[in-house]
């Protein structure tokens, strides 16, 4: 009689094992195929991947602005270019006056309406004005029609004995106004 109850635990506990083997084989498999479907649907096929890349907004023959990337992968049908490591730099009329410039990791251009967005996961982008101000952000979004900028992460702008910091933003780069949406706090020092 006693084998009988140990004969009996020791098939219960087989039996047992084996349904957590099968839950976890099919679980795990469940798992890759997920993953492996999010990465086809991420990499659509890219119509080119270009290493250099270089985008200019030209007026009148005079360079406005340019985006360059050590890689872009470009869709032409979306207008859109994904940049990887970008410089921006915006000049002034006499197109050799740096108005803006910025770093940033990554970003993309709207190739029909040529606004553009830049984005840092590790730190704040620093944009810097011809002004000698400065701003930083994780997240800038520029506007080609009104030639403004925006976010709506937190910023932090210092020049002149200034420190204001805040979240979200919104100025014109031509006359160099810019308004810190809310939380906003500033600092004097001299």
């Not at 803006?100 to 830049?118: P, Q, R, Y």
């Amino acid at each position: 009689m006693g084998h009988y109850w140990v004969r009996w635990m020791l098939t219960s506990i087989v039996i047992l094992m084996g349904i957590f083997i099968v839950h976890r084989v099919v679980t795990h498999m469940e798992e890759r195929a997920s993953q492996a479907s999010v990465q086809t649907t991420e990499a659509s096929p890219a119509d080119a991947w270009i290493d250099g890349f270089t985008y200019r907004q030209t007026q009148s023959g005079k360079t406005k602005w340019k985006v360059a990337a050590e890689r872009a992968q470009v869709f032409e049908s979306e207008h859109r270019a994904n940049l990887e490591t970008v410089h921006v730099e915006l000049l002034g009329n006499q197109s050799d006056k740096q108005e803006m410039t910025v770093d940033a990791e990554k970003g993309t251009i709207d190739t029909a309406t040529n606004n553009f967005d830049l984005d840092n996961e590790k730190e704040m982008m620093a944009v810097h004005l011809a002004s000698g101000y400065t701003i930083y952000s994780t997240h800038l979004t520029w506007i080609e029609a009104s030639r403004k900028i925006t976010t709506q992460t937190p910023v932090v702008i210092r020049g002149h004995g200034l420190t204001i910091t805040g979240i979200g933003l919104v100025g014109t780069i031509d006359n160099e106004e810019f308004k810190v949406l809310q939380d906003v706090q500033v600092e004097v020092s001299s």
